[in-house]
């Protein structure tokens, strides 16, 4: 994700708007001790949050417009990392500062549930943030994030070709927190975070062979218009792959979809570990995440 191209650049470098200039005036009306009420829009709107959040946006906005601008001018500045904080800072300036919902801990789980939440936070990856969010539904614990660890250890995917998917309808449906968590894991299977950035454009792809290309291109259409996938792109996949693996391939494709939505819905933010990796692999064209 190039940060001249993001579509928060512009308007976070510009001139405050009328939201921007109500943020200004609940932050001066907090630390002059006024009351705690939601701000309201210039429309006489309440806004979604509390003052102390208005607070936040307003910090976060100020530091993301110093970024933009620094890197406007001197270029030196990680373009990944500051799309990163820019993304940050229009999440809190839309009040999804935190998850809509309390994050559960393992402790308050039963020993079987507590142990897929914290073999899925641990092992499979750094998704506790997510995780601490479907525990508030234990069949889906159960369930469903056991699914995605079983379908890791079977590996009937090839992992490159399972990656590619998943970033590829990730940034289709915009979803920030699976393109920082897969991005990583992408990288380590050979390409390059500025491949990883134009991977829509995958038909001149010079990072991609045949099956690289047909995998997003599969992915594309299976997500946007799976009712008008015609005889001759399923030809292409039987050259590559099984049938069983044609179908989990499908199914992860359709339900990355649906992990994109429930991680924006409930407004999920990347741990720290997530940002780590995802800041390794910007710092250097063939870094994969920390060991």
Known sequence: MGFLGHPSAAFLAAEPSGKDRHLDAAFSREEAGGDNRS?????????????????????????????????????????????????????????????????????????????????????????????AVFAHVPPALRHLLSLLIELREAATLPKRALELAIVTVSKLNACHYCVAHHTPFLVVEGVSP????????????????????????????????????????FARLRRYFSEAQIVELTLRITLCGFFN???????????????AALSACAGSPDAGPPA
């Open 39 to 131: 701000p309201t829009t210039p429309e006489g709107n309440q806004m979604n949050y509390p003052a102390i959040q208005a607070q936040q946006a307003w910090m976060a906005m100020s530091i993301a417009r110093q970024i933009a601008e620094e890197l406007r001018t001197t270029g030196q500045f990680d373009k990944l990392a500051a799309a990163m904080a820019l993304d940050d800072a229009q999440r809190l300036f839309a009040g999804w500062a935190m998850a809509r919902v309390r994050n559960i801990t393992s402790e308050e789980l039963s020993p079987d549930l507590a142990a897929i939440y914290e073999r899925f936070a641990g092992l499979y990856g750094p998704f506790r943030n997510q995780v």
């Open 261 to 275: 939505k429930f991680n924006d819905a409930l407004g999920i933010e990347e741990e720290t570990e997530a940002v």
């Open 194 to 233: 500025a491949g990883i950035d134009r991977i829509l454009d995958y038909r001149n792809h010079p990072e991609f062979d045949d099956r690289d290309k047909l995998v997003v291109e599969y992915a594309i259409a299976a997500w946007d218009q799976p009712n008008r996938i015609g005889d001759g792109l």
